[in-house]
Nanobody
Framework: VQLQASGGGLVQPGGSLRLSCAAS????????MGWYRQAPGKQRELVAT???????NYADSVKGRFTISRDNAKNTVYLQMNTLTPEDTAVYYC??????????????WGQGTLVTVSS
C-alpha cells in the first residue's frame, strides 16, 4: 500500500489546515488509519487514529481542535486541524494498518507533510 499525503503548509496561529492521505495499491482491507507527527528534535507521536468502525482516538494535546475522518470509498483519511498553535508545527505522517489478500497484517507510512504554524 502506498500513501500520498497532502495539505500541509504555513498557517498563522489560530488558523486551520486540512490534511489528506490517500491509500493506493492492492489489499484485502484497510483497518485503522491514523496521523502521527514529529517535531524537530522530538520523537514521532500519535495525533489521532480512526478504526474501520470509525472509532476515534486523539492525543490529549489536540482533543477539541483536531478531527480525524475517513472516506472508505476513496481509501482516504483526513485530519481537520483548527485553532493551530506553534506547538503543532511538525511533519505529519499518515499511517494505515491493512491486510493483504492472504489476510496478513501490514502497516504503511506516508512520506510526511510539513505543517508550520507561525506568524
Amino acid at each position: 500500500v502506498q500513501l500520498q499525503a497532502s495539505g500541509g503548509g504555513l498557517v498563522q496561529p489560530g488558523g486551520s489546515l486540512r490534511l489528506s492521505c490517500a491509500a493506493s495499491g492492492t489489499f484485502f482491507s484497510i483497518n485503522s488509519m491514523g496521523w502521527y507527527r514529529q517535531a524537530p528534535g522530538k520523537q514521532r507521536e500519535l495525533v489521532a487514529t480512526i478504526t474501520s468502525g470509525t472509532n476515534t482516538n486523539y492525543a490529549d494535546s489536540v482533543k477539541g481542535r483536531f478531527t480525524i475522518s475517513r472516506d472508505n470509498a476513496k481509501n482516504t483519511v483526513y485530519l481537520q486541524m483548527n485553532t493551530l498553535t506553534p506547538e503543532d508545527t511538525a511533519v505529519y505522517y499518515c499511517n494505515v494498518a491493512y491486510m493483504d489478500w492472504a489476510r496478513r497484517p501490514f502497516g504503511s507510512w506516508g512520506q510526511g507533510t510539513l505543517v508550520t504554524v507561525s506568524s
